[in-house]
């Protein structure tokens, strides 16, 4: 419950003194509430290492007075720790919701990025086909000049290099998802991309 405060005070600079501490209070009191969430996530992450597979969320339950979905904002926050450390200022002044929302949204990045990505790779994959199509066809035919040839398979060389490039493109930033993964944590065998 909160407390009301009451102004006495008349005096500019009395007021001024008080408005200072409130406002520092008020800070502190986020930087204790994230740092609280972050020392309840790390303490959830020992115990759900400790718990047999398929007790957690009853150990949760009977023991913690913390719903599973409380308890999985906190792991997070606490997993990713080195995420807001890179993305805040002052993680002291992050409240739990803005540190949600700075992972929430490296994650919708990395959605998107990897969105884009897929895209790219199926148009050039459609690309490729068309252009074997193609190749096939001008190869068959009695009709083809040396020059037609030559060309669709310049044309195909072109995008065998092209998927040359998006593979070595996806191979780095599978390597860079990865390494974040880790640092923010999460256990790469866990979460099956091991």
């Known amino acids: 419950m909160t407390t009301k405060i009451q ?82 200022q002052r993680v002291a002044d992050l409240s739990l919701r803005d540190a949600v929302e700075i992972l929430e949204e490296r994650n919708l990045g990395d959605l998107e990025k990897a969105q884009r990505f897929s895209a790219e790779f199926d148009r050039l994959k459609s690309r490729w086909e068309i252009m074997r199509i193609g190749l096939e066809e001008v190869i068959k035919s009695p009709s083809s000049s040396i020059q037609q040839v030559k060309a669709v398979m310049d044309i195909a060389e072109q995008h065998q290099n092209d998927f040359a490039e998006l593979i070595i493109r996806a191979e780095r930033q599978a390597g860079r998802l990865m390494n974040e993964i880790e640092a923010a944590g999460y256990s790469l065998e866990e979460l099956g991309l091991r």
């Not at 406002?23 to 309840?40: P, T, V």
């Open 7 to 88: 102004v006495i005070k008349d005096d500019l600079q009395s007021i001024a003194v008080d408005i200072r501490l409130e406002h520092d209070l008020c800070r502190k009191s986020i930087a204790e509430g994230l740092q609280h969430a972050i020392n309840a996530g790390e303490l959830l992450l020992r115990a759900k290492e400790l718990c047999p597979h398929g007790t957690w969320g009853a150990w949760l339950r009977d023991n913690c007075n913390v719903s599973e979905r409380t308890a999985q904002t906190y792991m997070r926050v606490a997993r990713g720790l080195p995420v807001l450390e890179a993305k805040a």
